[in-house]
T-cell receptor, first 113, second 113 residues
Framework: SQKIEQNSEALNIQEGKTATLTCNYTNYSPAYLQWYRQDPGRGPVFLLL?????KEKRKERLKVTFDTTLKQSLFHITASQPADSATYLC????????????FGAGTRLAVHP | DAGVTQSPTHLIKTRGQHVTLRCSPI?????VSWYQQVLGQGPQFIFQ???????GRGNFPDRFSARQFPNYSSELNVNALLLGDSALYLCASSLGGSKNIQYFGAGTRLSVL
């Protein structure tokens, strides 16, 4: 069956450390992988997109890796801050037709001062 | 520029009733998608419209329907509400295209009693 898996348990880290979130998928061949941030009671906000033929993408303190052999993406936040506390969702773009976007359940990150 | 706007923000209905949710996309975006998000889960795709045509439909019953208007705004209709329809309903707009980056509204919180 097709699945997207993100750590269901919350990730608690100390301010200043690097947070690493994992997204694994099975039985999909995504053209792109996206990461979104969602705060309580709000809609998701797009952060980064990485193509299937890219290994790594960076934006300020954010870094995403994409390994299509392992079917895994890692999302890193360096020098984390309490304001980074939120739920982070990974999403796969499946090409064809309307380029369907499929979301994982998300991982909640809590950064403690 | 205004982001994606949704109305109403909250709604309480009883089983068997009908509901209409509304969405205005970002100016210039011709694609609108609807998602259902249950607590603790990621957004689940319901519909995508592009240029007033339905482009894609997720695994939802026929009680769910939608349409897009000439100004690219959209409505989601749900008939014969069930308790299980209680969720956050998210609208997202995009430019279309292969990446399908979604820009979300804040959502409509629907409670079915």
């Amino acid at each position: 069956s097709q699945k997207i898996e993100q750590n269901s348990e919350a990730l608690n880290i100390q301010e200043g450390k690097t947070a690493t979130l994992t997204c694994n998928y099975t039985n999909y061949s995504p053209a792109y992988l996206q990461w979104y941030r969602q705060d309580p009671g709000r809609g998701p906000v797009f952060l980064l997109l990485i193509r299937e033929n890219e290994k790594e993408k960076r934006k300020e303190r954010l870094k995403v890796t994409f390994d299509t052999t392992l079917k895994q993406s890692l999302f890193h936040i360096t020098a984390s801050q309490p304001a980074d506390s939120a739920t982070y969702l990974c999403a796969l773009t499946i090409s064809g037709g309307y380029n369907k976007l499929i979301f994982g359940a998300g991982t909640r990150l809590a950064v403690h001062p | 520029d205004a982001g994606v706007t949704q109305s109403p923000t909250h709604l309480i209905k009883t089983r068997g009733q009908h509901v209409t949710l509304r969405c205005s996309p970002i100016s210039g975006h011709k694609s609108v998608s609807w998602y259902q998000q249950v607590l603790g889960q990621g957004p689940q795709f319901i519909f995508q419209y592009y240029e007033k045509e339905e482009r894609g439909r997720g695994n939802f019953p026929d009680r769910f329907s939608a349409r897009q208007f000439p100004n690219y705004s959209s409505e989601l209709n749900v008939n014969a509400l069930l308790l299980g329809d209680s969720a956050l309903y998210l609208c997202a707009s995009s430019l279309g295209g292969s990446k399908n980056i979604q820009y979300f509204g804040a959502g409509t919180r629907l409670s079915v009693l």
